[in-house]
């Protein structure tokens, strides 16, 4: 099943890149439980061989003087060691953080005490019965000893992650496991659902492995592939087992983005947990981590090398990019690096069909201000799905070079309890908003009962050009006529914040294109901007907006764009035009145009009615800097006017 760990990230500079590691223990295996064999192998060597906890206690040490902060601690089954506890306790003391996989069968009250420590815990379950769960493990009393493991954990109040491991002999219960892990913890993860053969190379145990495969529907059911970024680049590169097209050095690349090594419970260290090829695997008796990944793990990039067979085959595959093949599992399933892995063959096929169907079904397309707004759901996205506003904005496909925002809806709300969500820098209802590195974080917060009860979560980048929202519940997806792409009360939200890095911005504001030349009348609510746009449009006009437009400095100029975004007007459009000039609306009893001249004056008038998202200092000074140039370059008039429509004549004449 899956090699689930947790990286290792360096807060000391080494010459290559930010080391990362993960140790496994052990690859003995009480009753040998299928736990360990399919996972790993069978073929161990003596309990004599392996690492001593003074020779491990030397690689830690050896680790943390080149920065290693973050451990994965695995096997086989890690705690068959008797000094098990021990060595937790050293690997993690000066450790940021961890990730302990087991199968939990040999959880004791004292061990769950010492998994109190803050870290990711990983606890396997192979059936939600003890007659599935038993048989699949080949250890009679296993359910029992792992639910009495779970238990001593939360008596004790460490936390822990359930993860399913989903294969033939338990598939059926695939449901019942999810209850029952919803049951036992707040967390519960999918194991890898597709199993790599044993590096043993035992026919009975790999034929019983290649037996409990799922079907590849199931496969790509359980592990859907990401395509928020579909498109833009290769979705592989800088992968595991990613090979650029037309290299024929199969660890190139993966050596190359190299973050983390692999320790096996003998002491020798490799750039992944698959490698088994003694002459790719450093000896720490007779060396150090310092040697061994600064020298040793370079020096192997050109040694393997794909056959005619690759180069012709997988390499050149016209559906590699969906295809999860890697030299390691060709190794492990043919004993060769260059092989294709006919399984994954049949899973990469239904990985294209799975995406093909995506793009119809999950996937939609609009265009405002020059910006494509990619839009996909869990939910199948119909023709009323959205406001039939957003109609002619839509697009059937972006163009390669369009410049591209994606957001992507999910209908369940993760668990953040006791989740680190970085700090709060914003708590008004709707949302409390907090910065977690690169990333923002939403809460739709309940104005009576707070975070308590949350309605959404967003994630953004730092840029905001990729979303991912989880909103309670399809009921609102539902009913259709959505009047925003994000769910939120309004989009300026998300665009708001994505025109401030493209030197454009949000106005509140009438757009009209009159003659081919674009304008905007600024104004708040009852200013008159709809009465406006509604002599415009008598005159010849083209209303692009009535309520909010986009400006975007542009080669030579600024332009104006209609948004979705529309007051008591209704009509818009997607049209752009150059910004030929900007009016301040006064109702009055004449039609009169003054020119401005008082930039201050100006600059003072366009802040008041742009349109912010939640703002930050950054967004401030672009933004400023934006209208400071609008200020400089484009036309501004007070605009006195009354209901007749004579003033657009006046507008005609004055340019």
Known sequence: MEKTYLKLTSIKAIPRLPMEASIDLTYRCNNNCRHCWLRISTNAREKEDELSFDEIKGIVDNARNLGCRHWSISGGEPMLRPDFPDIFDYITNKSISYSLNTNGTLITPKIAQILKSKGNKMVALYGATADVHDRVTRNPGSFDAVMRGFAYLKEAGAGFVVQIIPMRDNFHQYEKMIELAKSLSNNYRIGAPWLYLSACGDSKINNEIKRQRLSPKDVVDLDKPDLLFEGKTDQREGSCGYTPEGDNRLFAACISNCRNFHIDPYGKMSFCSFIKDPSLRYDLRKGTVADGWDRFIPSITDDVRGTKEYMDGCSSCDNRKNCRWCPVYAYLEHGDYSKKVEHLCAVAEENRKYKENWKKAHRVYYKIGEITVQVDSDKPIQSDTFHSKFDMFKLEKPGDSDDIVSISHHFELPNIKNKDLGKRIYFKPPWAIYKKGDSWIYLGIHPETGEEDLHKIAVFNNSHTRGTIYNKDDSYFQKGGINSLTFFPTDQILLGRVLADREGCIMHSCGIILDGKGFLFVGHSSAGK????????????????????????????????????????????????????????????????????????????????????????????????LLEQITLKVPCYRMLFDKSGDIVEKIRKWY
């Open 530 to 625: 709809s009465t406006t746009s509604l002599m415009m449009r008598k005159a010849g006009g083209k209303i692009l907006c009535d309520d909010r437009n986009i400006i975007r400095k542009k080669q030579g100029g600024f332009r104006v764009y209609g948004t979705w975004s529309h007051g008591d007007v209704s009509e818009i459009s997607s049209e752009s035009a150059p910004l030929n000039g900007i009016f301040f609306l006064e109702q009055a009893k004449e039609n009169t145009l003054i020119k401005m001249d008082d930039k201050k004056d100006i600059l003072k008038r366009l802040l008041a009615c742009i349109i912010k998202p939640f703002v930050t200092n950054d967004w401030w000074e672009k933004e400023l800097t």
